[in-house]
């Protein structure tokens, strides 16, 4: 049994979007030590092609990103019939209200500050995942 949490989360498709090359690798390590299947982009473009192939379960995003940004990504995940219930969190260097609200308004479900921690990581994963178990 994971920790002392009482929903697994292995098995689970999770998509990490991020530019940074060591916050990719950070939540690839720990989310495929708890048993969930890592896809990686490194932006938003590049990211909904991976989507539509593979329907994840949750998908992180960062918000400062090349091309296409955190939010225009989750606004166009959100837009999609196909997507519009995909939990999409939000992952920010920035911490302020704005960047919080702004993060609601196109959808997204959480936010998370970097750097985060494993436990703020599948929290936020069981928060929002809907298990067909």
Wanted: aromatic fraction near 6%.
């Amino acid at each position: 049994m994971s920790e002392n949490f009482d929903t697994d989360i292995s098995g689970l498709k999770v998509m990490v979007i991020d530019d940074s090359k060591t916050i990719r690798r950070t939540a690839e390590s720990l989310l495929k030590k708890a048993g969930c299947n890592v896809l990686t982009a490194t932006d938003g473009f590049e990211a909904l092609s991976i989507i539509a192939d593979s329907h994840p379960d949750v998908i992180f995003v960062d918000i400062m990103m090349p091309r296409l940004d955190g939010y225009q990504t989750c606004s166009l995940i959100k837009s999609n019939s196909d997507f519009k219930d995909t939990p999409v969190i939000m992952l920010s260097s920035k911490d302020s209200l704005f960047d919080r609200a702004r993060g609601r308004i196109v959808g997204s479900e959480q936010y998370l500050t970097k750097p985060f921690t494993k436990d703020e990581l599948l929290s936020a994963i069981r928060a929002h995942v809907r298990y067909a178990a």
